[in-house]
């Protein structure tokens, strides 16, 4: 059984809704996709039953806070893990340039020196670039550069159940890419907010999308199923009855508005 199981679906400036993170289940296995910003991502593991020597595999996709900062949060209390003997194998960590350069920097200064060593002992990092096959959790991936207008920001392409799954980051999705994208059966990408309340959350100006726009430019590249998130969190209560309302006009095949820790079935 596969799954994509969402432990956050909100933007970065969010507290009530998780930044945007999740896990692909694949048989009991996982590969953990961003971390959140904070030790909350700890939380949300132990919320789905997984302690955090059991976190084997983790792909970030960029350099923002929202992202890569609860990384920092479960590197602390894993490096006692390590210490201790408790872990099996190494923690491999998948991601681009920008990213392996980043997190042995930040951790060097966050932690004592043999928390350090014991960090550096222990992490795998494993630096991709564009079009870069990797196989993780018994399921082959090929990385995808984005090409973001902000930090390098990089995506992925999986087959899960013969099915074409792709992540798209947090940015609205460069035309470049249309072409690698098209017909898949699932898309995960961003949609800041309702194109009806782009007014009140400028999303354009940080390169976001609104439902609206992430809806048409999907529907035109015929995808089977988009899953939206990275979303502001004025409507929790009903984000996904109004988002759903919205993008349908716009989206003809499935659309899905995960909420924080709502699993996906694949
Ligand atoms: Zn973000």
Known sequence: ?????????????????FNTCFLINNNNDFLLVDTGGSAE????????NIELKDVHNIFISHCHTDHILGLMWMLKRMSKIFAKGNY???????????????????????????????????????????????????LKFTAIDMKAKKNDLLGFDV??????????????????LYDRIRNSDYIMHEAFCLDVEENIFKPYEKHHSTVKSACEKMNDLNIKNLILYHTEETHIENRKELYLEEGKKYFNNNILIPNDMEEILI
């Not at 991502?41 to 789905?48: A, P, S, W």
């Not at 099915?163 to 470049?176: A, I, S, T, V």
């Open 88 to 138: 099996a194998g190494k923690l491999n960590i998948y991601c681009n340039e920008e990213v392996s350069k980043a997190i042995p920097t930040i951790y060097s200064y966050l932690f004592p020196i043999e928390d350090v060593n014991i960090l550096n002992e222990n992490i795998q990092l494993h630096i991709l670039k564009d079009g870069d096959k990797f196989e993780v959790i018994n």
């Open 41 to 48: 991502i700890v939380r949300r593991l132990k919320m789905c």
């Open 1 to 17: 059984m596969a799954s994509i199981k969402m432990l956050g679906t909100g933007h970065g400036f969010t507290f009530d809704l």
């Open 159 to 176: 087959n899960i159940n013969n099915k074409r799954l792709c992540f798209l980051g947090d940015e609205n999705c460069n035309p470049e």
